[in-house]
């Protein structure tokens, strides 16, 4: 593709943040220490977790990097960089999560195939660029279509990066057209992070950001976009990131019966103490983050002390001390994370947990036992912490 090349190694990698926990090198995942991802409500784009399968492109001429609209449409188009920049551009505020977040933790029950992820394959972030359905208009698909003048039902996106699961082809995933066409639904062709370009990790120049849904559908350093009948035929739409019930396993696994996964399910995280924390008798500080997928906003997160015998209501706020209210568009960001806190007396060891309830009133499910699958996704169990108390006097 003119303007930008995928490297057949990881000679070219870009400089990354010291303190990541590095899971795997070639190709390069990590994620931050879990205690930064409360230290702001956007997570600074070095501490963004970093998932990658193959080595990262390079950008050789911005000027003439451009994305073909091709597949079920009267005529193919090359849409450059300029031609993004003409129409309106709108800044979404949208919390990305690999669908493998806090695998670790799942894998400690039986084992699964995938990346060991803590709980830090999470992250917000301000993501500026063109609404995709303004994008598609230039090709004649109007918006709010669900199915295109030539049978296209999904939108398809091609990156220019090598996967090995793709055989050295490229990665790719599809949304459905209604989903693409919806200007309420955010989907974005994205050029800006926080405010600044995109980085190299994070697909630069131009990505695309499906708000609500499973990482592995906002595609990076994108090249082409195929409107098509079916969903995509790729590796990670077809063979990956589906949920399956704990009794399937490789033996007896049938791809084709699941749907793949989109919408992530409610998710809680205590990210201000560690398991097996040793802390001074008296006051403690709980915080941590909480996201819902599909734009569902978080109602509420509850604490226990003790085990999960009692409960208190956590605070929950948005940006700057600013307190999140779950139904209002108009004072919460629909697509993003909260944070929340709480300060309690513990003067024994004890396990502390957290989970969290959505506008739906989805609960987070409380035993990863009952939710284990194959591939390690989704793991949204009640997150547990086991302290240590020491006396306050010590």
């Given at each position: 593709m003119p303007g930008i090349t995928g490297p057949s190694d990881y000679s070219t990698e870009p400089t990354r943040h010291s303190s990541l926990q590095i899971n795997s090198k070639e190709p390069f995942n990590a994620e931050p220490p879990c205690s930064a991802l409360i230290s702001t409500y956007l997570t600074p784009a070095d501490l963004f977790y970093k998932r990658n399968?193959?080595?990262?492109?390079?950008?050789?001429?911005?000027?003439?990097?451009s994305v073909s609209i091709s597949g079920l449409i009267e005529n193919t188009k090359q849409v450059f960089m300029k031609d993004i920049r003409m129409l309106p551009k709108y800044n979404v505020t949208a919390t990305l999560q690999c669908a493998g977040n806090r695998r670790t933790a799942m894998s400690k029950i039986k084992t699964v195939k995938g990346v060991g992820w803590g709980v830090s394959a999470i992250a917000n972030a301000v993501w500026g660029g063109a609404k995709l359905s303004d994008v598609l208009e230039l090709v004649g698909i109007a918006k709010l279509t669900s199915t295109a003048k030539f049978g296209g039902k999904h939108v398809e996106f091609v990156s220019i990066d090598q996967c090995k699961e793709e055989n050295g082809g490229p990665y790719k995933a599809s949304i459905p057209l209604s989903q693409a066409t919806n200007p309420e639904a955010d989907v974005l062709l994205a050029y800006e992070m926080n405010g600044e370009p995109l980085n190299r990790d994070h697909g630069y120049p131009l990505r695309v950001i499906v708000?609500?849904?499973?990482?592995?559908?906002?595609?990076?350093?994108?090249?082409?976009?195929?409107?098509?009948?079916?969903?995509?035929?790729?590796?990670?739409?077809?063979?990956?990131?589906?949920?399956?019930?704990?009794?399937?396993?490789?033996?007896?696994?049938?791809?084709?019966?699941?749907?793949?996964?989109?919408?992530?399910?409610?998710?809680?995280?205590?990210?201000?103490?560690?398991?097996?924390?040793?802390?001074?008798?008296?006051?403690?500080?709980?915080s941590g983050y909480a996201a819902s997928g599909g734009g569902r906003g978080i109602e509420r997160v509850d604490v226990s002390v003790d085990g999960g015998k009692t409960w208190m209501e956590a605070s929950r706020f948005q940006k700057s001390g600013i307190p999140y209210i779950a139904d209002d568009c108009n004072k919460s960001d629909k697509w993003a994370w909260v944070l929340f806190e709480v300060t309690t007396e513990i003067q024994h060891n004890t396990e502390i947990i957290a989970k969290a309830v959505d506008s739906a009133g989805n609960v987070q499910p409380e035993k990863v036992e009952n939710i284990w699958n194959l591939r390690g996704i989704l793991n949204t169990s009640w997150h547990r912490i086991q302290v240590q108390v020491t006396d306050s006097n010590f």
């Open positions: 399968h193959g080595p990262i492109p390079i950008v050789d001429d911005i000027e003439k990097y708000p609500g849904v499973i990482g592995a559908r906002s595609v990076k350093w994108l090249e082409v976009i195929n409107i098509i009948a079916e969903e995509c035929q790729g590796f990670f739409v077809q063979k990956d990131y589906k949920m399956f019930p704990p009794s399937v396993n490789w033996e007896n696994i049938n791809w084709s019966s699941r749907r793949p996964q989109m919408d992530f399910p409610i998710q809680c995280v205590i990210c201000s103490l560690e398991d097996m924390t040793t802390i001074r008798a008296g006051k403690v500080n709980i």
